[in-house]
T-cell receptor, first 116, second 112 residues
Framework: DGGITQSPKYLFRKEGQNVTLSCEQN?????MYWYRQDPGQGLRLIYY???????QKGDIAEGYSVSREKKESFPLTVTSAQKNPTAFYLC???????????????FGPGTRLTVL | KNQVEQSPQSLIILEGKNCTLQ??????????LRWYKQDTGRGPVSLTI?????NTKSNGRYTATLDADTKQSSLHITASQLSDSASYIC???????????FGRGTSLIVHP
């Protein structure tokens, strides 16, 4: 059963704590992405990675960190420096990166993070 | 700055009716345009992808159109079903860029 998995589905965090969101894909895709979605807003890119051991900041990287040690995995850490972390987080992957004219992103089911 | 504007923001229709969602963009140079369907609390799922040379593409009851000259796209849903209730997101990619621009989505509610 191929696809992208994210865990956990719901996550609660106390202020001042770091938390790591998991993203795994078995599609053999090179590129992976993390987005944040807030009510009434479009998806905003946090980080993306085109290949293993390489990643780039997106539009709203402050307060977040990532690693890409394996092709299948792209975990996102929400640090205490992120001022407003409560949101719906989506992970995605694509075969080669979206510069290709027909490449498509496949999204995971999302993780809803709530800071208490 | 690249922008993608979708209208209407929300739409309520009766089951069985047709509807059309709009997407205007300023992304340039244009690479492709995608429409996604996102159910509440879930990840988006791709419906169609269109490149510069394509002006119509269908996926079942969903038909997307693209006018690259006016930088407009539409998504037409035929014979709507209750399961069509979702947010529909227009996403436009710039040629050579790995960062697409997302619209805010149109929230569609289909009533029985």
């Amino acid at each position: 059963d191929g696809g992208i998995t994210q865990s956990p589905k719901y996550l609660f965090r106390k202020e001042g704590q770091n938390v790591t969101l998991s993203c795994e894909q078995n599609l053999n895709h090179d590129a992976m992405y993390w987005y944040r979605q807030d009510p009434g807003q479009g998806l905003r890119l946090i980080y993306y990675s085109q290949i293993v051991n390489d990643f780039q900041k997106g539009d709203i990287a402050e307060g977040y960190s990532v690693s890409r040690e394996k092709k299948e995995s792209f975990p996102l850490t929400v640090t205490s420096a992120q001022k407003n972390p409560t949101a719906f987080y989506l992970c995605a992957s694509s075969k080669e990166g979206l510069a290709g004219p027909t490449d498509t992103q496949y999204f995971g089911p999302g993780t809803r993070l709530t800071v208490l | 700055k690249n922008q993608v504007e979708q209208s209407p923001q929300s739409l309520i229709i009766l089951e069985g009716k047709n509807c059309t969602l709009q997407c205007n963009y300023t992304v340039s140079p244009f690479s492709n345009l995608r429409w996604y369907k996102q159910d509440t609390g879930r990840g988006p799922v791709s419906l169609t992808i269109m490149t510069f040379s394509e002006n119509t593409k269908s996926n079942g009851r969903y038909t997307a159109t693209l006018d690259a000259d006016t930088k407009q796209s539409s998504l037409h849903i035929t014979a709507s079903q209750l399961s069509d209730s979702a947010s529909y997101i227009c996403v436009v990619s710039e040629k050579g860029s790995y960062i697409p621009t997302f619209g805010r989505g149109t929230s569609l509610i289909v009533h029985p």
